[in-house]
């Protein structure tokens, strides 16, 4: 990790953290979720840097991946239990951060959303150089465990890079014989997710975030603007709210079209079973000669 990388790296944290708090205030009963996202993806420009992935704001049974559709009216509600999930990059390089709201009035979801953010510092704790990641996940299951929830086993924490939001390692939710070391120079984010049901999501609904993963072929009615719009954020991922300045139509065509050819990936919510609470935090650190630094703090 070279001093520019781990200042990029730095500025970003601290703007994710910066809008992650502003979240916490804003999300209330009434407001629209993609008032939310947008206020933050805004926020995140003003102050310098760029979006590392499309805001995004799942509730309750939904663990990840809601992100609002252009026209989204939907708002939050009172006993929500809602999650705010957020990366910056600067200059490529990316923080991720989350943190969950409980927007209850009895506080019916401070317990579930206390064993979350336990089960990060849990893990934390075990972070050092040439510990499997195994071991921080088993921190994370017993955290959660012992709190009377489950993990969510089907997803992971991992690797931060220039230009790429998941590199190795996974850093899995439970323990796991096996698998990666931590290394020195490492970034990463730990996301621990607790839920009231058995802990295995499923994909879910139409996708509004999508991520290229190869240059696309040439094909008939590839919309050449598009295109260059998904190609202008370079691997990161991208939202169709992105694409205001084109024809909707010929942005979910194009879209479509490049995803059946294996050039984009669909991301759609990732949703536990019905009446199901999901919790979840998430910090990004970079374990340093001198331990672990956490840049979202
Ligand atoms: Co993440």
């Not at 601290?14 to 502003?22: F, G, L, Q, S």
């Not at 995004?56 to 992100?67: D, F, G, K, L």
């Not at 879910?204 to 993963?213: H, T, Y």
């Not at 995803?259 to 999901?278: D, I, K, N």
């Amino acid at each position: 990790m070279d001093a520019y990388a781990l200042d990029c790296h730095r500025r970003a944290g601290r703007i994710a953290a910066h809008c992650r708090e502003w979240a916490r205030e804003n999300v209330r009963p009434g407001v629209t979720i993609r008032h939310v996202l947008e206020t933050v993806e805004a926020t995140i420009r003003e102050m310098g840097a760029e979006p590392g992935f499309p805001a995004q704001s799942s509730r309750n049974e939904i663990a990840a991946h809601y992100c609002s559709p252009p026209d989204d009216e939907t708002v939050y509600r009172e006993g929500d239990c809602v999650k705010v999930d957020f990366g910056v990059h600067v200059d490529g390089y990316v923080a991720d951060t989350a943190a969950t709201v409980d927007l209850s009035e009895d506080g019916r979801w401070a317990k579930l959303v206390q064993a979350s953010a336990d089960a990060l510092a849990a893990a934390i704790a075990t972070v050092g150089d040439g510990v499997p990641v195994g071991e921080v996940g088993g921190a994370i299951e017993r955290t959660i465990l012992a709190a009377g929830f489950n993990p969510v086993r089907n997803l992971t924490g991992h690797g931060l890079g220039r230009w790429k939001v998941h590199t190795p390692p996974q850093i899995p939710n439970q323990h796991e014989p096996g698998g990666q070391r931590l290394q020195e120079g490492m970034v990463f984010a730990i996301e621990p997710f607790a839920c009231t049901g058995r802990g295995y999501i499923r994909e879910a609904g139409k996708a509004e975030v999508f991520m290229q993963v190869r240059p696309p072929r040439k094909a008939k009615g590839l919309d050449r603007g598009v295109l260059k719009d998904i190609e202008s954020w370079r691997g990161l991922p991208v939202a169709r709210r992105y694409f205001l300045n084109h024809d909707p139509a010929v942005v979910d065509d194009t879209i479509a079209k490049l995803a059946r050819q294996g050039s984009l990936m669909r991301y759609p919510p990732l949703v536990e079973q019905e009446g199901v609470m999901v919790a979840q935090t998430e910090h990004t650190m970079y374990l340093g000669p001198d331990g672990v630094e956490i840049l979202t703090a």
